[in-house]
């Protein structure tokens, strides 16, 4: 039964890549799995690098397009209906940006660090 409310299924992934390993491209890819297995319709700025032709295992930016890329993010951000920040995304210069434009616009953040952890349930006493 809807209660009216739009369902608010389109995430946006904000986290660190400069200075990681691969671009840090494995971790928004499961990310982008995990949110999609539980249903949100996922941008991820590290799908979106490798449709213009970023190869992370190259581990560099020659001919990559930073500043449409940037832009790119930017969008997603202002279309999105929720922010998903990954590990480590407070000491990206980009995730910082993104994050504060999230803010600004009223949108829900969800911390990536709650999807990658188990919870054990307590031993009983």
């Known amino acids: 039964m809807s209660d009216g409310l739009p369902l608010r299924r389109r995430v946006y992934l904000a986290g660190p890549m400069a200075g990681h390993k691969l671009f840090n491209f494995p971790a928004f890819d499961a ?3 995990e949110l999609r297995r539980i249903g949100f319709e996922v941008r991820s700025p590290a799908e979106h ?7 992370e295992r190259l581990e560099t930016l020659e001919g990559f ?3 449409a890329a940037r ?6 951000v202002r279309n999105c209906h929720v ?5 480590g995304w407070e000491r990206s210069p980009g995730a ?5 434009l999230a803010i600004s616009l009223h949108k829900p953040i969800l911390t990536g660090e709650f999807l990658f952890t188990v ?4 031993p009983s006493a």
């Open 96 to 100: 910082l940006e993104e994050f504060d």
């Open 49 to 55: 690098a490798r449709d213009l032709g970023l190869d």
């Open 71 to 76: 832009a790119w993010n930017l969008e997603q």
């Open 65 to 67: 397009d930073l500043g």
């Open 31 to 33: 990310a982008a799995r």
């Open 83 to 87: 922010l998903c920040t990954l590990p």
């Open 119 to 122: 919870h054990e349930p307590r």
